[in-house]
């Protein structure tokens, strides 16, 4: 008899998918790393011909050294934080799904899209609900899993594509911050930082820029923060060309110039704790905001696997799963 069964939470696979990150914090694992990440043209658009020499043999030589030295001061004891937090996300999310099998991907390095899909495919998985680890969609991120997705072919499957105004993860991320400051009291700002872009890609039609902006009212209104209690800055620069601005380094010396002591800093962008949170906002930008006078920067941490995190993808995910 044919099997004529609708498809099932245990035929189908819930697979989130992270960025990635290196192997080991040393210069060779960065280089492999950035060099897989940094040729997807949905990340850097510059002709293929002109952008491999420059990489391979200007950029990849210099900044593999630099970023592998702030890759090791923030290494865990089990691997990259970036892993680390995704790998007990996945974990925190199959103890909810008990029915489905949880698992986790990276875009760029280990575990890959394609070999997770492959081997779901073997185990006799039917079907896979892909949720990208990004709340907002931008098409240098969440588009690039789709790609991944779809050039492996293993199975069919839906990717969610953006959870920026899903209520269960904007209760979750207003949450933490409240919990942060009944925990260590209060700054006279918050700042919400995301991972920026190049203007040019906005330009173009990325919506990731508003849905920030949007996610940043949602949790404000949640807190019941006046618009001059918080303010929303972009992190990360990389290339010369113009980035969404405010850049966030610079409006932290500002704040701190213009006599601002205190300050939070949240990024609600990033789903667990990375090199662009735990180094560049809780390290350099912490240092940069005193250097300019500021006394108290307060980094509050990513939902990493937190529960409530943890209960609003499961809820997403079995959203996509029904649907
Ligand atoms: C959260 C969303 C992210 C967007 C959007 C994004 C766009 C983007 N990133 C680069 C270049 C780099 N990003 C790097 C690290 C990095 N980026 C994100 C997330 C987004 N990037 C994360 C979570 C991380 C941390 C990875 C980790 O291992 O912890 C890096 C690598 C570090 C470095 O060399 O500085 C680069 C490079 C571009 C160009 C871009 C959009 C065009
Ligand atoms: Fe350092
Ligand atoms: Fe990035």
Redesign the pocket.
Known sequence: MSDVRPPSAADTAIVLVN?GTPDAPTPVAVRRYLSQ?LMDPR?VQIPRVMWWPLLHFVILPLRSRRVAHKYAEIWMADGSPLAVFTRRLAAAVQARLPESRVVHAMRYGQPAVDEVLAALQRDGVKRAVVLPLYPQYST??TASVDDAVRQSGALPAHVIREYHLDAGWLQAAADSIQAHWDANGRGDRLVFSF?GLPQRVVDNGDPYAVQCAASVAAIAGLLGLHENDYVLTFQ?R?GKERWLEPATITTLESLARSGVRRVDVVCPGFAVDCL?TLEEIAQTNADAFRAAGGQRFQYIPCLNDAPAHADALAVLASKALRA
């Open positions: 960025l990440f990340v240098t991120t991972h990360s990389f662009e």
